[in-house]
């Protein structure tokens, strides 16, 4: 069974599922990431990168990101806590299929709402997102409202520091992007204009840096940042 993580499952929501941006294939195999990895090799996927995280691959052009944990959870109880219940929301509920014209499954809407959620401000914390990750929050809740658990999404937002910047980004949707967008999430206009704000700026990114370079350029936005 392979859940599509993120865009390319996200795609769907939009209108034209194939005009939505794609980067990576990040997909998620339950308990067979090592199967996942050796059946990609002998298919001729070549290795780029493994951490504890996820393995990185790349097949006939397509960059693939095999995950074996959805979250960089070391460094707290926190974050391990946060992984630990991804891990068992993903199994709670059925995953469905992406289309008719696939066996690509995608995860239940309230894990990917979490997810999203999680994922969006990650980047947004280190060195921005761009308007499409937007888009993307907006068409999901949009879609999904009635099969999201909003109590528990408060309840995980508002533990793990992310409600505000869910308030913000769903202020963004409803007030620039012409979404009308009615979920139990409360508006945010203190952080609404600073958030958009920095969407649009340019800001360096540390995901295509290694090493060193990927330290300094994180610093940097981290300085550069603070506020966030």
Request: with cysteine.
């Amino acid at each position: 069974d392979t859940v599509v993580l993120k865009g390319l499952g996200l795609g769907e929501y939009y209108p034209i599922p194939k005009q939505r941006e794609c980067g990576d294939f990040d997909c998620y195999l339950f308990d067979n990431y090592q199967k996942g990895i050796d059946c990609a090799k002998a298919n001729g996927a070549t290795i780029s990168h493994i951490d504890y995280k996820h393995a990185q691959l790349s097949y006939k052009g397509l960059n693939i990101e095999i995950h074996k944990y959805f979250t960089s959870f070391r460094g707290g109880k926190s974050k391990h806590a946060f992984e630990q219940m991804l891990n068992s929301l993903i199994r709670k509920y059925p995953c469905m299929c992406i289309s008719k014209e696939s066996n690509i499954l995608q995860a239940n809407p309230t894990f990917n709402a979490i997810f999203i959620i999680y994922h969006t401000l990650f980047h947004f914390l280190f060195e921005s997102v761009k308007l499409r990750h937007i888009m993307d929050w907006g068409l999901l809740v949009k879609a999904e409202r009635d099969k999201i658990d909003w109590q528990l999404f408060n309840r995980v937002c508002e533990e793990h520091k992310m409600l505000k910047f869910a308030e913000a980004i769903t202020s963004i949707c409803n007030d620039y992007l012409g979404f009308d967008i009615d979920i139990p999430i409360k508006t945010n206009i203190e952080y609404r204009d600073k958030v958009l704000l920095d969407i649009m700026s340019i800001t360096d990114g540390v995901s295509n840096k290694l090493g060193w370079s990927r330290r300094i350029q994180l610093l940097k936005n981290t300085y550069k940042s603070r506020w966030k």
